[in-house]
C-alpha cells in the first residue's frame, strides 16, 4: 500500500510540474494552425523559443501560404513569411529581433495568388 501512495505522490507532482510551467517558459507555442479549405493546403507554426514562424505548402496547386504574426493589442503584423513556388515547399526565419518578449501575439495562415488571400485559419492569445 505504501509503494502505491508513493508512486501517486510521485506522479502528481511530476503533472503539476508540466502543467504550470515555470515563468522562464511562459510562451506559447502554437501548434500547427491549418487553412480553412476543406483539404488544408496550407499550415503554420509559431513557436516562443527564438520567436520563430514557419509555414508550409501542403499541395501543389499553384496557391502559395502565408502566415501573418502579429501583435493582439494592435492586431498589426509583426512579420511575414510565406512559399514562394506553389508546389508544396516550407519556409522557416526567426523574427526574435522585431518581436519583444512576453506580449501576446497571433498568427494567421492563409492561402495566396494572384495577391489575395483565403482560407484563413487562425490562432490567437499567444505568448511570445
Same mark, same amino acid.
Given at each position: ?6 508512486? !501517486?505522490?510521485?506522479?502528481t ?5 508540466l ?5 522562464? /517558459?511562459a510562451?506559447t ?5 491549418y487553412? /480553412? ?13 527564438? @520567436?520563430?514562424?514557419k509555414? +508550409? ?17 494592435t #492586431?498589426? @503584423?509583426?512579420a !511575414? #513569411? ?7 515547399? +516550407?519556409?522557416s526565419?526567426?523574427?526574435? /529581433?522585431?518581436?519583444p ?6 498568427i494567421r495562415?492563409? #492561402? !495566396? ?7 484563413h485559419?487562425?490562432?490567437? @492569445? #499567444?505568448? /511570445?
Open positions: 500500500m505504501r509503494k502505491s501512495r508513493l508512486i !501517486t505522490a510521485i506522479l507532482a511530476s503533472a503539476t510540474v502543467l504550470f510551467p515555470t515563468p522562464s /517558459s510562451g507555442n502554437s501548434g500547427w494552425v487553412t /480553412s479549405d476543406y483539404d488544408p493546403g496550407g499550415v503554420g507554426a509559431f513557436g516562443h523559443d527564438g @520567436d520563430w514562424i509555414v +508550409c505548402d501542403e499541395q501543389a496547386d499553384g496557391y502559395n501560404v502565408r502566415i501573418h504574426l502579429f501583435k493582439m493589442s #492586431l498589426v @503584423d509583426m !511575414t #513569411l510565406k512559399t514562394n513556388d506553389g508546389k508544396g515547399d +516550407c519556409e526565419k526567426s523574427f526574435a /529581433s522585431v518581436v518578449e512576453d506580449i501576446r501575439v497571433g495562415v492563409s #492561402l !495566396t495568388k494572384n495577391g489575395n488571400e483565403k482560407f485559419g487562425r490562432k490567437w @492569445d #499567444l505568448i /511570445s
